[in-house]
Every structure is written in C-alpha cells, then in structure tokens.
C-alpha cells in the first residue's frame, strides 16, 4: 500500500493526514488513493503493452462512480455482471465497444438493454444463454458479439468460495464441450461469435494457473482454425491477487506477461484483461473508531464502530485484513486481540487473535487492502447505515459517497392497508 503511509507517526494517503480528516468525515469510513488506482492500472498497461490489451476493469470489486470514472479516464474498459453495472459504466462516457457483459443469469431485458447500447460482447455462460441473446437480437433486428466462457477444469488455489475454473463451478461450459457449443452459437444469425473467455478464480498469487489456462485454450484454438472457426479475441479474465498478508507477495503481473506475450502474439487474438482486486485493493482502506477495549485474562476485545455490515470478507471468507492504528507511537504489544464490531453477531470481526498495540476508545484504526469487495457487499444489517466513502488525490480530499441517512434505510417500505387503518400509539 505505497499511498498509504507513516509521516511523523500519523498515517497518511498520499499527502492528506488521515486523523485531521477524521474530524471532517465521521466514521467508519472508505478511503481511497487515486494515484495508487492510476500506479496499478499502469503497471498492469506497461506489463502487456506490447500486445496493446483491452483492459476491462471488473466493477463488481468496486462500482463507486469515482471509482469508475477514474478508471475509464486512465483507459480502462469495464467487465460488466448486470444491468445495473451496464448503467453505471455507460455513466462513465466510457466507448460500449470497451464493455463486455459477464454473468451465469442475464436477464433477457439487460440483453435487450446491451444490444441497444452496442457493447463489444456478451461472455456467453450456456448455450441456453446464447439462444435467449439470439431471440433478444433477433426481436431488435440487430447483431450483437459474443465469446464463449470455457471452463478449463484448472483448481487454482484460492478459497472455495472464489474459485471459478473447475468443472464442479457454475461458470462458463466445460471443456469437452465448448467446441461443438461453438460450433452452434457461429450458426445462429443473430451473434457474431468473437472469441474465448476464461475466468479460473479471485485473488489468485501464482502465475501458473493461467499459463496452464492458456495452453488449454491454444489446443482449442488451433483445432477451431482447423475447422474455420476464427479466434478474435482471447480473454484471460482477471483474479490478480493482492498482498493482504505481512507475508504475502502480490501477483507479479511482470512476471505473467513475460510467459504469455509470445504465445498471445503468436496466435494473433486480441487480448483481454479483466483486473478488479488487483487495481483497487490496495487503493482502499476501511477507517474505523475504537469504542471500547475489553481486557481479560487470556484475550483483549478491541470494539470499534465499523462491523460485518461495512466490510463482510473476514466474516464471509475467513479473510485477512491487515488493521494498523493511525497514530503509530511505541506502546505495549498486546497478544490475542479480536478487533471486533457492533453487529451483533459472534461473526462480526475484522481481525482475530493478532499481535497488537495496547489502543484507547477514540483512537483510529485502518483496515488495510479494503477497496475490492467492501462498500459493495455492505448492508444495513441491525438497520445501520452504510458508510462514506472518500477519495484523496494529492493533498485534497473529496467525499464521492455521503453516509447513508437512517430515513433512507426504510424510504421504500409500505404499510399493508389492514396495518394502516389499526395503527395507533400504544
């Protein structure tokens, strides 16, 4: 995390002391560096340069439409699951011919609705899938692209839960059969067949699995070729995983690039990228107040104010968030703190059993890594709000998100008439 940083033993982003922003921007809240967006989007860009790649930066890590934006300013196209995301990617002002649409359940009126838009391509998941885009296309009287999602049957260790590129997950067609699905989807009239989609899995650290992926997908194309089927476009998805440990390295884009340029340039298909946790991980951090500390003999309970409700993935995957106070001075370390939330659920942690410095109610702490899968699986469980977000570029801050308000929780919700008529102040 290079944007986030000790001066003087106040935590800062980039140039914007984070305590003193404390006193503008109530807590919890969701901060992000921009320049940290812009470094690993360049990394990613420079790395695959000499292919030129379509970089299409997966909105389900993080749909904020700063976010966004900023990403498709630097030159990022979008990978798309909904209708929703297809909204706020054409937000942007990004170019459709820069959006695929991803996705096991697209709804036939979101097909309709990325028709009309004319984005690149549908990554289509099923040959039911390719018939209702079909019908959709045929109904409108136009055209649309499409690849094939194949599942290589490749277990890429990560957890369970993001794994994506074995037979037994939902995704994609399996290997054995993607050649004649293809073969059908090329005679329907209504698709223009592009290319190959693969997408093995989430915060993935070793280069392998894709370059086994690859050589996969060559055999496929060649025998494709072989039958006058051309490949376009070839899409390795995305899945780059970030440092969330002391003792972990993150995925060496570099290294990836330097074993897959020649093969990519040698089979003469556009390459695809679809990077979401590697690009704004690290731009993120979870700001958080501590509440109380509850000392026991054999266990200290740090209780802060954000919980499960503002950051799930410690409750939901076991995963690790490395949490730093934002004052850093010499104090005791304690052992075995739970930093723990409001929620009440014995779920509700951001950190279990660490090795700690001894902190105070009012402190600050920062849960680091947390700008991919945080404000967008956040609820309103025990009816809380959601948080703000900000983002910081230089020596300013901006609020891209104010906190949600009570009132707007239950704006949406309705009273049955037989409810009404008996409602009285008891």
């Known amino acids: 995390m290079t944007y986030f940083h000790y001066r003087q033993s106040t935590l800062y982003c980039e140039k914007v002391n984070i305590e003193r922003l404390t006193r503008a921007v109530p807590t919890p809240f969701y901060l992000y560096s921009y320049n940290s967006l812009a470094s690993s989007y360049k990394t990613i860009s420079t790395a695959f340069a000499p292919v030129d790649p379509l970089i299409a930066y997966s909105m389900k890590a993080n749909f904020s439409w700063a976010i966004c934006q900023s990403l498709a300013g630097l030159g990022c196209g979008f990978d798309i699951v909904s209708g929703g995301e297809l909204r706020q990617a054409l937000r942007t002002g990004v170019r459709p011919e820069k959006i695929l649409f991803a996705g096991v359940g697209k709804l036939p009126e979101e097909i309709e609705h990325a028709i009309k838009a004319d984005i690149l391509m549908f990554n289509i998941e099923s040959l039911p899938e390719a018939y209702v885009i079909e019908e959709v296309a045929k109904i409108l009287g136009k055209k649309t692209r499409a690849a094939i999602r194949v599942n290589p049957d490749i277990d890429p260790d990560t957890h369970k839960y993001i794994t994506t590129g074995t037979k037994e997950d939902k995704f994609g067609v399996n290997f054995a059969a993607a050649f004649d699905a293809i073969r059908e989807i090329c005679a329907l009239p209504h698709i223009e067949f592009m290319g190959l989609h693969s997408h093995i899995g989430s915060q993935l650290l070793n280069p392998d699995s894709y370059i086994k992926t690859l050589k996969r997908l060559q055999v496929m194309i060649r025998k494709l070729d072989q039958s006058g089927i051309r490949i376009r476009t070839l899409n390795l998805g995305g899945g780059f995983g970030i440092a969330y440990e002391e003792d972990q390295k993150a995925f060496d884009i570099a290294q990836l690039a330097r074993k897959i340029v020649a093969t990519v340039q040698s089979l003469g298909c556009q390459l695809i990228l679809e990077p979401g946790r590697f690009l704004v991980g690290p731009a993120g951090v979870l700001i ?21 409700n503002d950051l799930i993935r410690p409750s939901l995957y076991a995963a690790h968030h490395r949490i730093i106070p934002v004052k850093d001075h010499q104090r005791q370390i304690e ?71 009570l009132r707007e929780i239950s704006k949406h919700e309705k009273l049955p008439s037989f409810l009404k008529k008996g409602q009285k102040k008891r």
């Open 288 to 308: 958080t107040k501590v509440l109380y500390v509850k000392r026991r003999a054999n266990k200290t309970f740090v209780i802060v104010d954000a919980g499960m």
């Open 335 to 405: 052992k075995n703190v739970d930093i723990v939330g409001p929620v009440c659920e014995s779920a509700d942690f951001l950190g279990l059993s660490r090795r700690f410095p001894a902190v105070e109610p009012g402190e600050y702490l920062a849960v680091c890594d947390a700008g991919a899968y945080g404000y967008v699986m956040a609820s309103n469980y025990n009816f809380r709000s959601r948080c703000a977000e900000v983002m910081v570029r230089n020596s300013r801050h901006y609020v891209i998100r104010d906190r949600e308000q």
